[in-house]
């Protein structure tokens, strides 16, 4: 037995590798010193046999198998092709070498019956994100099929009892839920061809006794599975077992002689308590070119304002409005091409409609310019309408079982990214769309779940992302899926921004913000401003609340500026001027989850080089008159803030202000007030929010 250790700079990783046997990881967790015995360590976590176990008991470790008694589930399941059926192969993989570099650990199993080997990586970076990944490789010569592979397979540190979950439906992401990890565990396999709205590749461990925690995810745009099996009857050493990895139906890949599979890679983080995982996660290194990106700009999408309804006289109505806000990107959402007069047909003719546009999009593109923006598309390219040119002359193209139906889902099929043609057919049609028209920005959009199932559709998905950017690196990406269904990092390292939910409810969006970003920076969420009352909850909000909601994340406004009062675009103008003044902190910055003793209310705060902005916001009428102060964090405690209220505030709580001069002036406190006493803000009457402005002085 050999002990290796990976360190990161607040971390470190002990594996225990017996050549010809198993590799464990048996310590996770702080940065151990340099000098620690890893010996005596593992001798500190080995348990006795117990009388409930096999003879040798089994260690599932790192690639846990059906075997020698361990009762979970395997991290690989392959199976043989015998004429016209596949039977089941067991299983017997052993470490049989590693390497090890400053920061990856690289171990390679091998089954000598079957002559298969599995290489799983192990990497920390520099965020201390930990990395993992699998390859699978069929040298054997028989005719083998991989029904499973996990990118992760972790023995969870005992220490970590509780799970926090992700479920949601579509306009109502990411509905936290937590409770103990054992006795039933976690399983939770998405079927969609795309992560959905179930959120199950989101994962937080915990350890209630410190408040530590652990985040797990699969950074995949695809179908998951993601399970954690306790060890209730000891089969092992009482670990339950996390694992992560791509889900697909049976047969689908075949691992031929010589071939191969390469799992998406799972993320895990480490962290003192969940803003501190925040941060981790928001770690920009994955996202596409970041350092290179521009301030984000405030967008205004066209689909609450006219929906189909598109002609040019009101596109360019709608742009001289937006840009009247402050309004810096215009978006033509649906309905620009072919014969897209409803959500019917069309899908696929990507070509400018000559009854909205008998001039091309140059006229309208050429307004926007001059009224000092930029112009974004919405696009739906894996997608087809049976009532479309596209279909007529490949119906072929599209996911389909031959000789069975063909069921649509908003009246649309799903084309097979799969293949080739397709792929060029619509890397031809967006590349000439972005050469011969000035467009700044995509909305990406995907409002179909994939049936039948699709073998390598993701695959398909991001090699034409990647042609795509690779031709236009200027052109910046969102991807959509009816709001949050395909959000991950997979995704996030080919785009630009994601939609969070097609709910803009300013109190939905206050758990759904909250949520994402608890591992997505808030530059990548899409937050706007939409209209009241709500088309999708019925709600009616002030245009106060709804803007303060909107400037954390990368604002934008879903909503007609002709349908406001005078007094509601003032206040919204203000509010857009606000999110550019602080754009480069929240976009930047560190994020704070800021906690309230009253549930209603949401606290967040972002802190970057001396300055930090906050957002408190509440949504239902509290219990009490006088509201507990908001205490702050993420401040030098030595310091000393200038603390402001920016205008404009909200209507009713303004009134409750003990000290509104000092408020607007700025009161001058330390980091350890502000952290310790908070600030005692009137947040009584529902649908209130203020926004805290705060700047370090110097000395």
Same mark, same amino acid.
């Given at each position: 037995?050999?002990?290796?250790?990976?360190?990161?700079?607040?971390?470190?990783?002990?594996?225990?590798?017996?050549?010809?046997?198993? %590799?464990?990881?048996?310590?996770?967790?702080?940065?151990?010193?340099?000098?620690?015995?890893l010996?005596?360590?593992?001798?500190?976590?080995?348990?006795?046999?117990?009388?409930?176990?096999?003879?040798?008991?089994?260690?599932?470790?790192?690639?846990?198998?059906?075997?020698?008694?361990?009762?979970?589930?395997?991290?690989?399941?392959?199976?043989?092709?015998?004429?016209?059926?596949?039977?089941?192969?067991?299983?017997?993989?052993?470490?049989?070498?590693?390497?090890?570099?400053?920061?990856?650990?690289?171990?390679?199993?091998?089954?000598?019956?079957?002559?298969?080997?599995?290489?799983?990586?192990?990497?920390?970076?520099?965020?201390?994100?930990?990395?993992?990944?699998?390859?699978?490789?069929?040298?054997?010569?028989?005719?083998?099929?991989?029904?499973?592979?996990?990118?992760?397979?972790?023995?969870?540190? +005992?220490?970590?009892t509780?799970?926090?979950?992700?479920?949601?439906?579509?306009?109502?992401?990411?509905?936290? &839920?937590?409770?103990?990890?054992?006795?039933?565990?976690?399983?939770?396999?998405?079927?969609?061809?795309?992560?959905?709205? %179930?959120?199950?590749?989101?994962?937080?461990?915990?350890?209630?006794?410190?408040?530590?925690?652990l985040?797990?995810?699969?950074?995949?745009?695809?179908?998951?599975?993601?399970?954690?099996?306790?060890?209730?009857?000891?089969?092992?050493?009482?670990?339950?077992?996390?694992?992560?990895?791509?889900?697909?139906?049976?047969?689908?890949?075949?691992?031929? +002689?010589?071939?191969?599979?390469?799992?998406?890679?799972?993320?895990?983080?480490?962290?003192?308590?969940?803003?501190?995982?925040?941060?981790?996660? +928001?770690?920009?290194?994955?996202?596409?070119d970041?350092?290179?990106?521009?301030?984000?700009?405030?967008?205004?999408?066209?689909?609450?304002?006219?929906?189909?309804?598109?002609?040019?006289?009101?596109?360019?109505?709608?742009?001289?409005?937006?840009?009247?806000?402050?309004?810096?990107?215009?978006?033509?959402?649906?309905?620009?091409?072919?014969?897209?007069?409803?959500?019917?047909?069309?899908?696929?003719?990507?070509?400018?409609?000559?009854?909205?546009?008998?001039?091309?999009?140059?006229?309208?593109?050429a307004?926007?310019?001059?009224?000092?923006?930029?112009?974004?598309?919405?696009?739906?390219?894996?997608?087809?309408?049976?009532?479309?040119?596209?279909?007529?002359?490949?119906?072929?193209?599209?996911?389909?079982?031959p000789?069975?139906?063909?069921?649509?889902?908003?009246?649309?099929?799903?084309?097979?990214?799969?293949?080739?043609?397709?792929?060029?057919?619509?890397?031809?049609?967006?590349?000439a769309?972005?050469?011969?028209?000035?467009?700044?920005?995509?909305?990406?959009?995907?409002?179909?779940?994939?049936?039948?199932?699709?073998?390598?559709?993701?695959?398909?998905?991001y090699?034409?992302?990647?042609?795509?950017?690779?031709?236009?690196p200027?052109?910046?990406?969102?991807?959509?899926?009816?709001?949050?269904?395909?959000?991950?990092?997979?995704?996030?390292?080919?785009? +630009?921004?994601?939609?969070?939910?097609?709910?803009?409810?300013?109190?939905?969006?206050?758990?759904?913000?909250?949520?994402?970003?608890?591992?997505?920076?808030?530059?990548?969420?899409?937050?706007?401003?939409?209209?009241s009352?709500?088309?999708?909850?019925?709600?009616?909000?002030?245009?106060?609340?709804?803007?303060?909601?909107?400037?954390?994340?990368?604002?934008g406004?879903?909503?007609?500026?002709?349908?406001?009062?005078?007094?509601?675009?003032?206040?919204?103008? %203000? &509010?857009?001027?606000?999110?550019?003044?602080?754009?480069?902190?929240?976009?930047?910055?560190?994020?704070?989850?800021?906690?309230h003793?009253?549930?209603?209310?949401?606290?967040?705060?972002?802190?970057?080089?001396?300055?930090?902005?906050?957002?408190?916001?509440?949504?239902?009428?509290?219990?009490?008159?006088?509201?507990?102060?908001?205490?702050?964090?993420?401040?030098?405690?030595?310091?000393?803030?200038?603390?402001?209220?920016?205008?404009?505030?909200?209507?009713?709580?303004?009134?409750?202000?003990?000290?509104?001069?000092?408020?607007?002036?700025?009161?001058?406190?330390s980091?350890?007030?502000?952290?310790?006493?908070?600030?005692?803000?009137?947040?009584? &009457?529902?649908?209130t929010?203020?926004?805290?402005?705060?700047?370090?002085?110097?000395?």
């Amino acid at each position: 037995m050999e002990f290796v250790r990976l360190d990161g700079e607040r971390l470190t990783l002990v594996f225990a590798l017996e050549t010809g046997g198993e %590799a464990d990881c048996i310590y996770l967790g702080a940065r151990l010193p340099g000098g620690e015995d890893l010996a005596m360590l593992a001798a500190t976590t080995a348990r006795g046999r117990h009388e409930s176990q096999p003879d040798v008991p089994p260690v599932p470790g790192l690639l846990p198998e059906g075997k020698a008694g361990w009762s979970g589930t395997p991290a690989v399941r392959l199976s043989e092709r015998r004429e016209d059926t596949c039977v089941q192969c067991a299983t017997d993989f052993r470490l049989v070498a590693w390497e090890q570099y400053p920061d990856e650990l690289v171990l390679t199993f091998y089954d000598e019956l079957l002559g298969v080997d599995i290489e799983q990586s192990w990497r920390i970076g520099a965020s201390g994100m930990v990395c993992t990944e699998a390859s699978i490789t069929n040298g054997g010569g028989r005719r083998l099929v991989l029904d499973r592979l996990s990118a992760l397979a972790l023995p969870i540190p +005992h220490r970590f009892t509780r799970l926090t979950s992700f479920t949601g439906r579509w306009a109502g992401e990411m509905q936290e &839920h937590s409770r103990p990890i054992a006795p039933e565990g976690f399983a939770r396999t998405s079927v969609a061809g795309k992560p959905g709205f %179930a959120g199950g590749n989101w994962l937080i461990l915990e350890d209630p006794s410190s408040g530590e925690v652990l985040g797990a995810h699969l950074a995949w745009s695809g179908d998951h599975d993601t399970r954690i099996d306790p060890d209730m009857v000891g089969s092992a050493d009482g670990r339950a077992v996390l694992q992560m990895g791509a889900s697909w139906d049976g047969g689908e890949v075949d691992l031929g +002689h010589e071939a191969g599979y390469r799992t998406p890679v799972a993320m895990l983080a480490l962290a003192a308590d969940r803003s501190a995982l925040a941060q981790v996660f +928001h770690a920009r290194a994955i996202l596409p070119d970041r350092k290179d990106w521009r301030p984000r700009k405030v967008h205004l999408n066209s689909w609450e304002a006219l929906g189909f309804n598109l002609a040019e006289s009101a596109l360019m109505r709608l742009a001289e409005d937006a840009a009247s806000l402050g309004i810096e990107r215009f978006v033509l959402d649906d309905g620009w091409f072919g014969g897209r007069r409803d959500d019917r047909s069309s899908l696929g003719d990507w070509f400018v409609s000559p009854d909205v546009f008998p001039n091309g999009l140059g006229p309208l593109i050429a307004r926007v310019h001059d009224l000092g923006m930029d112009f974004g598309l919405w696009v739906e390219p894996e997608m087809v309408s049976p009532d479309s040119d596209l279909y007529r002359r490949h119906p072929d193209w599209c996911l389909h079982t031959p000789g069975r139906e063909r069921p649509a889902m908003r009246g649309q099929l799903a084309l097979d990214m799969a293949r080739e043609d397709v792929r060029e057919y619509l890397f031809g049609r967006l590349d000439a769309l972005l050469r011969e028209n000035a467009v700044a920005y995509l909305k990406w959009d995907h409002n179909r779940d994939l049936f039948p199932s699709a073998p390598r559709q993701t695959e398909g998905f991001y090699a034409l992302l990647d042609a795509l950017r690779a031709a236009h690196p200027q052109v910046e990406i969102e991807s959509c899926s009816s709001g949050g269904g395909r959000i991950d990092f997979g995704v996030l390292a080919r785009t +630009h921004r994601v939609w969070p939910s097609d709910n803009n409810d300013a109190i939905e969006r206050l758990r759904i913000i909250p949520a994402w970003s608890q591992f997505l920076p808030l530059e990548v969420l899409g937050s706007h401003v939409g209209p009241s009352p709500n088309p999708i909850t019925g709600r009616r909000l002030s245009m106060d609340f709804r803007a303060k909601v909107a400037v954390f994340g990368h604002m934008g406004v879903e909503a007609d500026p002709a349908r406001m009062s005078e007094k509601e675009r003032e206040c919204l103008a %203000a &509010h857009i001027a606000l999110y550019k003044q602080w754009r480069g902190v929240l976009h930047e910055g560190q994020l704070h989850r800021l906690a309230h003793p009253d549930p209603n209310v949401t606290g967040m705060m972002v802190t970057h080089e001396g300055r930090a902005l906050a957002l408190a916001a509440q949504t239902a009428f509290s219990p009490v008159f006088d509201a507990a102060p908001l205490r702050l964090a993420g401040l030098d405690p030595d310091a000393r803030y200038r603390v402001a209220l920016p205008d404009p505030w909200p209507a009713k709580a303004r009134h409750y202000l003990a000290t509104p001069d000092r408020w607007r002036e700025g009161l001058t406190l330390s980091g350890t007030a502000l952290m310790t006493q908070g600030l005692a803000l009137p947040l009584t &009457h529902p649908e209130t929010a203020w926004l805290i402005a705060l700047e370090r002085l110097p000395g």
